[in-house]
């Protein structure tokens, strides 16, 4: 079975660049998660989404962040303008989101503002 | 406040020991936990979860092990091998969303 997806794996760009990240859920969850780990703050939870719908966002640091559900299974993070300090792996996770379930990680992507 | 953390940022283990990873939590109200494995490059993959009903769980060489009267929650590894050298998160979810704790690297000597 296929996990979830993210894509780019790395991304390496200059600042003030627009930098969109991307994941597709597995099939069937309804559930969706975008975290970024730094070694300062570990894993940060920036946004969830159930049923397409942005629940949670009071992680997403600031106006610069934005994300998007289109369909029920890819969702979209956007950074505009990026900043270096934006540097980070950024995940995205899945759930069934009915009860007590554990969510999967995709692979990340690392992403590297100079 | 609500915090999950751990007692060790760092196990060393001899390969074919065993490895017990620690990890405490504050909200009494914590009612599911979930260990993760993270090995270098990849996210983090789901080992074993529990439940605040249950006191043990176990699953392929790893036991669970939660004492809600301390909120202490730890992983119990058989038989470390070296493919099991990561890091390892404790995590609770509440509702659907998770907090995780800082992570402890688990090393294993051959």
């Known amino acids: 079975d296929a996990g979830v997806i993210q894509s780019p794996r790395h991304e390496v760009t200059e600042m003030g660049q627009e930098v969109t990240l991307r994941c597709k859920l597995i099939s069937g969850h309804n559930s969706l998660f975008w975290y970024r780990q730094t070694m300062m703050r570990g894993l940060e939870l920036l946004i969830y989404?159930?049923?397409?719908?942005?629940?949670?966002d009071s992680g997403m640091p600031e106006d610069r962040f934005s994300a998007k559900m289109p369909n029920a299974s890819f969702s979209t993070l956007k950074i505009q303008p990026s900043e270096p300090r934006d540097s980070a792996v950024y995940f995205c996770?899945?759930?069934?989101?009915?009860?007590?379930?554990?969510?999967?990680f995709g692979d990340g992507t690392r992403l590297s503002i100079l | 406040g609500e915090s999950v953390g751990l007692h060790l940022p760092t196990l060393s283990v001899q390969e074919g020991d065993n490895s017990i990873i620690n990890c405490a939590y504050s909200n009494s109200a914590s009612d599911y936990f979930i260990w993760y494995k993270q090995e270098s490059g990849k996210g983090p993959q789901f080992i074993i979860d529990i439940r605040s009903n249950m006191d043990k769980r176990q699953g392929q060489r790893v036991t669970v092990l939660l004492n809600k009267t301390v909120k202490h929650l730890s992983l119990q590894i058989a038989a470390t091998q070296p493919g099991d050298s990561a890091v390892y998160f404790c995590?609770?979810?509440?509702?659907?969303?998770?907090?995780f704790g800082g992570g402890t690297r688990l090393m294993v000597k051959p």
């Open positions: 995590a609770r979810n509440a509702g659907n969303m998770l907090t």
């Open positions: 996770a899945s759930s069934p989101g009915q009860g007590l379930r554990p969510q999967h």
């Open positions: 989404f159930n049923n397409n719908v942005p629940i949670d």
